[in-house]
């Protein structure tokens, strides 16, 4: 682990965070216990697979992003991704460049999953020499301060990979306005968000027929056995996944295919045949709904990028990149306010 980074304390124990689902009338688990090291490599896999449009969509669009938003740089710019734990994305706006010279000058990753991220901070110092890169250990919904290190950079902030869905409305409100207040005045957020769409085309990125998605829930289980003290047989639940159309929401579920008591910590946890664990949401916005979602958390005007079918989109934040024209495949939402610094626990990466 490099020696300049810089920890954050995660809040609660796998245990304790698991208990406090279980224990709901209504069983949940958090999805940051999704990312451990086996999840990590599942979730991988998901993003290629054929029925996952959202990584590819969002991959094809970051170059026309990149290429815009350097355009509209004054200068030398900190990025701070935020749930960085691969360079695939980032590697785009750490590519931009102004005769000649980079618009990047240092990067801050910020992730819950240090061994993945001392991993990529590893290779972007081989790849990169010149790029200074400050990573954060953190669950990135609880306050992160900052490196010291980045001095006054102006901020460009980064939410790949509709992560921004995980997050219930009232939570991503809370987040987007941490993250302003983070960053600082006339700091520019860009945000990948997957769009509302018929749940045909949804459904199967969530419940793919290679059984990987399944393998990435169940894995849930396998992570409480050996970290928390429990004794799931994973072979006794199903996933499935659902289109909540009232929430405006994918949700997935562990299934128990009978009636069972399994211990976690110590504790009996009891299932009924059919009773679910809800693992993950997976909100879907339109862009008027994501423009007041972004308003709301205290940005004050939107780009937004699109592909041809308005699978996916980008947004761009800030008062800096102003508003543009509609054109087809770009639109541009001026929106305002600032509401909401509260703080909520909730989550989901991915």
Not at 166 to 179: H, S
Not at 207 to 234: I, K, M, Q, Y
Request: net charge neutral; hydrophobic share 45%.
């Amino acid at each position: 682990m490099p020696d300049d980074f810089i920890p954050h304390e995660r809040p609660g124990t796998v245990a304790a965070l698991a208990l406090a689902g279980l224990r709901r009338r209504r069983k949940t688990l958090p999805a940051q216990l999704f990312y451990d090291e086996a999840g990590c490599g599942l979730f991988y896999r998901i993003t290629e697979l054929p029925e996952y449009y959202l990584t590819r969509t969002e991959l094809a669009l970051l170059p026309r992003v990149a290429a815009d938003v350097a355009a509209t740089l004054p200068g030398p710019v900190a990025l701070v991704e935020y749930g960085a734990s691969d360079e695939t994305k980032a590697g785009f706006l750490l590519d931009m460049q102004r005769a000649g010279a980079p618009l990047v000058a240092a990067y801050v990753p910020i992730d819950i999953a240090a061994p993945a991220l001392a991993a990529l901070t590893a290779r972007l110092r081989r790849a990169r020499p010149g790029l200074a890169v400050f990573p954060v250990a953190a669950d990135f919904l609880e306050p992160v301060a900052l490196p010291d290190a980045i001095g006054r950079l102006p901020r460009l902030g980064f939410f790949p990979g509709s992560t921004i869905g995980n997050l219930d409305p009232i939570a991503a409100r809370v987040f987007l306005g941490g993250v302003r207040a983070a960053l600082g005045e006339g700091a520019r957020l860009l945000v990948g968000a997957d769009l509302r769409k018929d749940p045909s085309v949804l459904l199967p990125a969530y419940d793919d027929a290679a059984g990987v998605t399944a393998a990435f829930n169940r894995n849930l289980l396998v992570r409480l056995n050996r970290e928390a003290g429990a004794g799931f047989d994973p072979a006794t639940f199903d996933h499935r996944a659902v289109w909540n159309a009232e929430e405006g929401r994918v949700e997935m579920h562990l299934v128990s295919r009978r009636a069972q008591t399994v211990p976690v910590a110590g504790e009996a946890v009891h299932f009924s045949e059919g009773e679910t664990i809800h693992t993950e949401n997976s909100y879907k916005y339109t862009l008027a709904g994501l423009a007041e979602l972004a308003g709301a958390g205290g940005w004050h005007r939107e780009r937004v990028w699109t592909d041809a079918e308005e699978l996916f989109s980008v947004h761009a934040k800030g008062i800096a990149l102003g508003t543009l024209p509609l054109v087809r495949g770009c639109c541009a939402l001026p929106v305002f306010g600032w509401l909401l610094l509260l703080r909520l626990r909730c989550w989901r990466l991915g």
